[in-house]
């Protein structure tokens, strides 16, 4: 079955720079990749999603890239802020089957 | 609030005993999963619903485990004779999909179950 793992599991960036995270997934019917953000006590929201049809998607500050040959795709986070602190994760599913498969989780600190 | 609630929020219960939590999905979505979230981990796939049609369960799902979703709108998920692994958070999300198609999963706030 599918498998994703996600590195790293914690990152501190200062505030303003840059923040990126990491994962590979090992299905490759895998089709659909979304990334949650789950502040402490919190439910997962979606921040944003890439379909397999497209190699990247952008939302303001936040990008994501897919490397369908590769197996991998990343959350890029630009001009980071406090509020960006939180944990991240990135999750994978197939057409044929809607459950999402989920990494471990990145927890990012934002320094100020 | 048009959002997935869940309820109840919290729940205590002892070793042995039966628990029952509800989930109310947003009211248009067809598809309604079943997640289990401990700490510091990522949330695993228990089972989800197409409609009222069970269409998955996961191999974590023990036989203690069962889910409900009568009239395709609110489900329940019951643990019965509850052990301590079962202390976990658990989450309720929703979409609507299209066969074939994913579609954004919408959580709810979660049922944080202790079993002492």
């Known amino acids: 079955g599918e498998n994703v793992e996600q590195h790293p599991s914690t990152l501190s960036v200062q505030e303003g720079d840059s923040a990126v995270i990491k994962c590979t997934y090992s299905d490759s019917a895998s089709n659909y990749f979304p990334w949650y953000k789950q502040e402490l006590g919190k439910r997962p929201q979606l921040i944003i999603d890439?379909?397999?049809n497209v190699g990247e998607k952008k939302d303001q500050r936040i990008a994501v890239t897919l490397n369908k040959t590769a197996k991998h795709f990343s959350l890029h986070i630009t001009e980071t802020q406090p509020e960006d602190s939180a944990v991240y994760f990135c999750a994978a599913s197939t057409r044929s089957n809607y459950q999402l498969i989920w990494g471990a989780g990145t927890k990012l600190i934002i320094k100020p | 609030d048009t959002g997935v609630s869940q309820d109840p929020r919290h729940k205590i219960t002892k070793r042995g005993q039966n628990v029952t939590f509800r989930c109310d999905p947003i009211?248009?979505?067809?598809?309604l999963y079943w997640y289990r979230q401990t700490l510091g981990q990522g949330p695993e796939f228990l089972t989800y619903f197409q409609n009222e049609a069970q269409l998955e369960k996961s191999r974590l799902l023990s036989d203690r485990f069962s889910a409900e979703r009568p009239k395709g709108s609110f489900s329940t998920l019951e643990i019965q004779r509850t052990e301590q692994g079962d202390s976990a958070m658990y989450l309720c999300?929703?979409?609507?999909?299209?066969?074939?198609?994913?579609?954004?999963?919408?959580f709810g706030p979660g049922t944080r179950l202790l079993v002492l």
């Open positions: 890439i379909r397999s």
């Open positions: 009211s248009e979505h067809n598809r």
């Open positions: 999300a929703s979409s609507l999909g299209l066969a074939g198609v994913q579609e954004t999963q919408y």
